[in-house]
């Protein structure tokens, strides 16, 4: 069976913690992240060569993809963030489909990582945790044990004008 297309997106239903549930991944080597699953369509695996990369667009948008019979935007979130790109000798893209209101974009990020639950009062002002440029697309920072997570503000990733200055 050749399915150029794999869904990795898993819940773990014997989860019980209280909260609200996020997909958490690696945006690069240094960065951890979460995203809040009302967001958040699917996770998926794609060939590089799924992407159609267009002529003329700001250095983050990698290019369009077939998303479930729709064609979407693609995009590199660390570059976007301003943060280490992604490496490109990759065979296979890790995407995270999100979608605000009507707008739907692709998400490439390093590695995805699951499902989290975390409580709304964990999180914590990004102001003096991250670089300033990092600020507008957070809604803040999670701190845990073992690491940092950011937590990322889909609304403000989507209606970026990074996307739209052109």
């Known amino acids: 069976m050749n399915n150029n297309h794999k869904s990795i997106l898993t819940i773990n239903n014997h989860q019980n913690k209280v909260g609200d549930t996020y997909l958490k991944f690696q945006l690069n080597q240094q960065?951890?992240?979460?995203?809040?699953?009302?967001?958040?369509?699917?996770?998926?695996?794609?060939?590089?060569?799924?992407?159609?990369?267009?002529?003329n667009m700001p250095a983050c948008i990698l290019g369009l993809m077939n998303w479930r019979s729709r064609i979407i935007w693609t995009i590199d979130l660390p570059r976007m963030l301003n943060l280490e790109s992604l490496d490109n000798r990759w065979r296979q893209y890790n995407i995270i489909v999100i979608k605000v209101e009507s707008l739907i974009l692709g998400l490439v990020v390093q590695e995805i990582k699951g499902i989290a639950k975390f409580m709304p009062d964990e999180i914590r002002s990004?102001?003096?945790?991250?670089a300033s440029s990092l600020v507008p697309y957070l809604q803040g920072c999670i701190a845990q044990p073992e690491e940092v997570f950011l937590v990322l503000d889909a609304k403000a990733i989507i209606k970026s004008s990074v996307l739209y200055s052109n």
Not at 126 to 130: A, M
């Open 31 to 55: 960065s951890a992240a979460i995203l809040s699953m009302s967001f958040t369509q699917e996770a998926v695996v794609l060939p590089v060569d799924a992407i159609t990369p267009m002529p």
């Open 126 to 130: 990004p102001i003096g945790q991250v």
